[in-house]
């Protein structure tokens, strides 16, 4: 006898809709998603820039017990368009889903799908990655709605973001290996002359405590054309990184920082953990030591981390700066999925 259809309600449910217990439970039934889709950096993401966009995720429950089997964080921004949840400061968006035994018995997404179509807002979802088995059920699932609706939905590449295959990688030796023999050759130069300049490089013990020193690092690296401005939207952007590093689970994040005797501190790595990559988020240093090579300094010391951690990838996330395929990376493809009005 056939087991009866569930019913689905979909609600308009802000993020302080979803506790976090529901949240998890819907995490763990994903398992390609990425450190992003942890609850505290969208909880972060809202505390610090809530009044640049409206909370408009949609929330899918079973009608009868109320269960959470689906959530799609959304934002809407002064422009009127839909956007995924957090994706101008996060670099893979989140999707999260009830697990199905098939594409065709997906009812969720396709219930979340349909009531996104129906309000007719215009969408564009950033940050979305075929590799997430989540990500592509729901993008099939706005595909159908959209056409079923008569409207136009347009699939694409939004960027790259490199990565290096670490399977059955064991040294960081075995990778080096790989590159061509420039590359290789280059690398451990720049590593030779960080050892003889006396260049250590250590985890931070205290996130919150070192927090400052990343700031002033990254200011150091990108001035004005980085995050933490004199301006308002840097002063949300600092709070952003003070409520992750303050509320992420333990390990989710390693901040590493380079010293030697005649820089002190100069330079600083961010990395997001999760069980399919290290991930290197961002990054900073003073000019003055660019000779010591600070970017292959932490990236070698990070890549050396991940393969010691059997992690099976280690991801630059997204753009496609010549440095990350010098160090031996592969593109994947970030994608976009545009529905107008």
């Not at 689905?8 to 889709?37: D, H, K, Q, Y």
């Not at 400061?89 to 997906?106: G, P, R």
């Not at 953990?273 to 003073?286: K, P, T």
């Amino acid at each position: 006898m056939p087991t009866p259809a569930r019913t689905i309600a979909i609600s308009a449910t802000p993020l302080t809709g979803v506790s976090a217990a529901e949240w998890e439970r819907l995490l763990a039934a994903n398992p390609t998603a990425t450190a992003f889709s942890d609850r505290a950096v969208h909880a972060a993401w809202w505390s610090a820039h809530s009044d640049t966009a409206e909370d408009v995720s949609l929330a899918a429950r079973d009608a009868a017990s109320n269960e959470l089997l689906g959530y799609l964080p959304l934002m809407k921004r002064p422009d009127g368009v839909v956007y995924s949840g957090a994706t101008f400061h996060i670099d893979y968006a989140t999707v999260l889903l009830a697990q199905t035994s098939s594409e065709k018995e997906d009812d969720v997404a396709a219930a979340l799908a349909g009531a996104l179509i129906d309000t007719n807002a215009p969408l564009n979802l950033l940050r979305l990655r075929n590799e997430d088995a989540t990500h592509a059920r729901m993008i099939s699932a706005i595909k159908r709605a959209a056409q079923a609706n008569h409207r136009t939905a347009t699939f694409g590449i939004e960027e790259p973001a490199p990565f290096i295959d670490l399977v059955g990688i064991s040294t960081f030796d075995e990778h080096l290996e790989r590159l061509d023999k420039k590359e290789r050759h280059e690398i451990r130069r720049k590593l030779r002359r960080a050892e003889v300049a006396g260049v250590q490089i250590s985890e931070s013990k205290d996130l919150n405590a070192d927090l400052p020193e990343f700031i002033r690092l990254h200011r150091a690296r990108w001035g004005e054309g980085g995050l933490f401005t004199a301006t308002d939207k840097g002063a949300s952007e600092e709070r952003f990184m003070r409520e992750i590093f303050s509320t992420a689970p333990a390990g989710m994040i390693t901040l590493l920082l380079a010293r030697n005797e005649e820089f002190g501190t100069f330079a600083a790595g961010l990395f997001l953990r999760d069980a399919n990559a290290l991930r290197y988020w961002n990054a900073g240093g003073d000019i003055s030591a660019r000779a010591l090579s600070p970017g292959v300094l932490l990236f070698a010391h990070g890549l050396t981390m991940a393969i010691s951690e059997k992690l099976p990838r280690f991801d630059f996330l997204r753009g496609n700066e010549a440095y990350k395929y010098e160090c031996g990376a592969v593109d994947a493809q970030v994608m976009q999925l545009q529905v107008p009005a």
